[in-house]
């Protein structure tokens, strides 16, 4: 790689998809995957687009996928090659990995590529944790910048500005590279995977690499060790006027 070249490493994170309806197992152990499909997390997807934007206009950018997992997440791999990414890391593990884990893991990945940033969507749809990227800056001890939903290089490409979604507006801060920035929702509509997209990717390269090459034993310090479905909701009540509104709020459900 040049020097002058710009590498941008992106996790990817295998989850069931989004439109496909999850059931509990009975006994409440694990989620029952049976018929289950599987996707790249949206969050994740919108940075790699992200990503795939800065080497566009920039040129000399290279493009880095990883996931931790098992043989079943190339497939997210190859979705990401497919949408434009350069090459891909597969780090192999079976064991289900905690937040602090995974950030442990990338850890080493982050050392072992050296990239300019870390772009990665701010949490996954399947555990919702929003801890990875915090926890990954703060081992690596250098910056960060989540919940973006505007990311632009500026100075040279030292320094990104990011506009943050609060719940006070869109707050606007400058990281100095190397950095950890994580995507919100609106910070991009990620392209769907074309078929010349696809034919490429099968010419990518895909490295599949061990806990023990990158000098790792890690275990998860948290367990799950329930999950129930949510409980349903009662049917709303229809109301003719607003005084018949009132009085129900305030007899019935005792917030006035």
């Keep these: 790689m040049r020097r002058e070249e710009l590498k941008i490493l992106v996790p990817l994170k295998r989850v069931p998809d989004p439109d496909t309806r999850i059931r509990v197992k009975p006994d409440g152990s694990a989620v029952d995957l049976d018929g289950v499909k599987f996707a790249v997390n949206p969050f994740d997807s919108i940075a790699l687009e992200e990503a795939l934007r800065i080497k566009e206009k920039l040129g000399e950018t290279e493009v880095v996928v990883v996931t931790i997992g098992g043989q079943e997440c ?41 990239p300019a940033f870390v772009l990665m969507g701010k949490q996954a749809i399947d555990d919702d944790s929003n801890q990875v990227g915090q926890m990954l800056a ?59 997209g696809i034919m490429k990717a099968k010419k990518k390269p895909l490295e599949e690499v061990g806990m023990a090459d990158l000098g790792l034993t890690i275990t998860s310090r948290t367990q799950v060790l329930k999950l129930e479905p949510p409980v349903r909701r009662k049917a709303g009540v229809r109301v003719k006027t607003v005084d018949e509104l009132l009085a129900k709020l305030k007899n019935d459900v005792k917030v006035l």
Aim: glycine share 8%; with cysteine.
């Design 138 to 196: 703060a081992l690596l001890g250098i910056g960060q910048a989540t919940f973006v939903s505007k990311c632009e290089l500026i100075e040279n490409n030292s320094k990104v500005r990011c506009g943050r979604e609060t719940d006070g507006g869109i707050e606007t801060v400058t990281v100095k590279l190397p950095a950890i920035i994580t995507s919100d929702l609106r910070l991009n509509e990620p392209r769907y995977v074309s078929l010349p």
């Design 74 to 114: 190339v497939e997210q791999l190859r979705v990401g090659l497919a949408m434009g990414a350069d090459r891909a890391l597969l780090i192999r593990s079976t064991d289900g990995l905690d937040a602090l884990a995974i950030a442990k893991v990338l850890v080493a990945v982050y050392r072992r590529e050296q």
